[in-house]
C-alpha cells in the first residue's frame, strides 16, 4: 500500500526558503496525482498545490503562485515543494497525499476527497 512521508519542514525567517520533499513507499508513484495540503492547529486543511503523474501539469492556489514549485523526480519516488519567499501566513503544518486521476477527472485538483495515503506531516514555521 503506498505510504508518502514528509520532510524538509522547520523554522525560517521571512523571505527565505524552504523545500519539502513527499517520498513515497511500498508502491510507485508514477500513476497518481501529488497534492500538498497545509493546515493550522483548529482549522480545515487546504490545498496548496498539486502535480499530474507526467509533471506537466502544475496547480498551485493563488497564495502561493510565483513563489512555490511543485516538481517531481518518480526515479526517486518523490515529490519535491520549494517555497520562496515565504511569509508568516505559510506558517502550517504541510502534508502530501496522492490522488488517481480518475477522480480528477471530474473534480477540482484541490478537492481532498479524491486524495488519500496521506503523510504525518511536517511543520512549517516562518518567523524572525
Known amino acids: 500500500q503506498l505510504q508518502l512521508v514528509e520532510s524538509g519542514g522547520g523554522l525560517v525567517q521571512p523571505g527565505g526558503s524552504l523545500k519539502l520533499s513527499c517520498v513515497a513507499s511500498?508502491?510507485?508513484?508514477?500513476?497518481?496525482?501529488i497534492g500538498w495540503f497545509r493546515q493550522a492547529p483548529g482549522k480545515e486543511r487546504e490545498a496548496v498545490s498539486a502535480?499530474?503523474?507526467?509533471?506537466?501539469?502544475?496547480k498551485y492556489v493563488d497564495s502561493v503562485e510565483g513563489r512555490f514549485t511543485i516538481f517531481r523526480d518518480d526515479a526517486k519516488s518523490t515529490v519535491y515543494l520549494q517555497m520562496n519567499s515565504l511569509k508568516p501566513e505559510d506558517t502550517f503544518a504541510y502534508y502530501c497525499a496522492a490522488a488517481t486521476p480518475f477522480c480528477l477527472l471530474t473534480a477540482s485538483w484541490s478537492d481532498q476527497r479524491c486524495y488519500r495515503s496521506w503523510g504525518q506531516g511536517t511543520q512549517v514555521t516562518v518567523s524572525s
Open positions: 502535480i499530474n503523474s507526467k509533471g506537466g501539469n502544475r
Open positions: 511500498g508502491g510507485s508513484l508514477d500513476n497518481y496525482w
